[in-house]
C-alpha cells in the first residue's frame, strides 16, 4: 500500500503547482490588459497613424529601363513565363485571364507591347454623387472634381517604352481610360495600358491602336466614381503585385509581370526558347509550303 506521506505531499505539490501558473497567467494577463489600455503615443506611433509603406519604390534610370527593354524586344507572354520557371518563379506574375486584349491584330501583332512600369491606384470614392444642376454649374463641378480629386499626377513620370498599370475601381463602371487620354499617354512614350477595372471609347480606342489590357467596358467619368490614391507604389493588378520598374510583357496570351531583379535572367532564357521556337515552327512552314509571317521572321 502506498505510503499516505508521499501521497500528501504529491498532491500539495500538484496543488502548488497549479497555484503558481494561475498567478503566472493572471499575472501575464494583467500586464497586456494594462499594456492595451493604455493609449499609444511617442513618435513612431503617431508616424503609423499617418500611413506608413512598408514596399519601397525603387527608382531607375531611363537608361536602365531602356537597357532593360532592348533585353525583352520581341519576346511572348509565353516565353517570359517559361523564363520565369527556370529563374523559380513559376505561376509567379502572371495575370488572371480575365485582363486581356481590347484589341488585337493577327498579321503584324501590333496589340503586343514591353513596357517598364509606371503604377497608379484609384479607389471608390465614398462621396455622393453630383445632384442634378445646371449645365454650367456641373461643368463647374465636374472640372474641379477632375483638377482636385480624381487627377492624372502619373503624368509626369511618362516618357519612352513606359506602361501604366491601373489598379483602378473595378465596381465602379467607371472609365478611367478613354480614347483622349490613352492617346495623350502615347505621346509622351507610353507603349501599352494594363487595368484591373475598365476604359470606356473602346472602339476609338481600337481605331486608335493603342495596347489596351483590361477586363471590361466602363462608361462613366471620373468625378463621383473615383478618387486618386497613390501613384508608383506598389499595387495589385490582375492578381499579382505590380511594383514600379517592373518589366510587363502583354499579347493574346494575357498579361506578365517580372520583378525587376529577375528581368535579365528571364530575358536571356525566354530569348533561347523563342529563338528554338522560331527556327522549329519555320521548318513546318517550309514543309507544309507556307509563306513565312512575322511570327518566324
Not at 490613352?182 to 495600358?193: A, E, L, T
Not at 494575357?254 to 519555320?282: H, N, S
Request: a negative charge.
Amino acid at each position: 500500500m502506498a505510503n499516505p506521506n508521499v501521497q500528501t505531499k504529491t498532491a500539495i505539490a500538484l496543488i502548488l503547482s497549479a497555484s503558481l501558473l494561475v498567478l503566472v497567467w493572471m499575472a501575464t494577463t494583467t500586464r497586456v490588459t494594462e499594456a492595451m489600455a493604455q493609449p499609444d503615443s511617442g513618435p513612431d506611433t503617431d508616424a503609423l497613424r499617418a500611413g506608413k509603406n512598408f514596399l519601397p519604390t525603387q527608382v531607375y534610370s531611363a537608361q536602365a529601363d531602356q537597357g532593360i527593354l532592348k533585353r525583352f524586344d520581341g519576346l511572348r507572354v509565353a516565353d517570359v513565363s517559361d523564363g520565369m520557371d527556370k529563374v523559380g518563379l513559376a505561376n509567379v506574375g502572371l495575370m488572371s485571364p480575365e485582363i486581356h486584349a481590347l484589341w488585337k491584330d493577327a498579321q503584324h501583332y501590333t496589340h503586343r507591347f514591353i513596357g517598364i512600369a509606371v503604377t497608379v491606384r484609384y479607389v471608390p470614392t465614398n462621396d455622393p454623387p453630383a445632384p442634378a444642376m445646371e449645365t454650367e454649374a456641373f461643368d463647374r463641378w465636374v472640372g474641379k472634381t477632375y483638377n482636385e480629386v480624381t487627377p492624372e499626377p502619373f503624368v509626369p513620370l511618362i516618357r519612352a517604352g513606359t506602361a501604366l498599370v491601373f489598379d483602378d475601381a473595378p465596381d465602379s463602371d467607371v472609365g478611367s481610360i478613354g480614347s483622349n487620354n490613352i492617346m495623350g499617354w502615347k505621346v509622351r512614350g507610353c507603349v501599352g495600358v494594363v487595368t484591373n477595372a475598365t476604359a470606356r471609347d473602346t472602339d476609338e480606342i481600337i481605331t486608335e491602336k493603342v495596347p489596351l489590357y483590361f477586363r471590361h467596358p466602363g462608361r462613366g467619368i471620373r468625378p463621383g466614381r473615383n478618387e486618386v490614391e497613390s501613384i508608383n507604389r506598389p499595387i495589385e493588378c490582375g492578381g499579382v503585385l505590380v511594383m514600379p520598374g517592373d518589366v510587363i510583357v502583354a499579347d493574346g496570351d494575357g498579361v506578365i509581370v517580372v520583378p525587376r531583379a529577375k528581368a535579365a535572367e528571364v530575358a536571356d532564357y525566354a530569348r533561347a526558347t523563342m529563338e528554338g521556337d522560331k527556327a522549329g515552327r519555320r521548318n513546318l512552314y517550309q514543309q507544309l509550303g507556307l509563306p513565312e509571317d512575322d511570327s518566324v521572321r
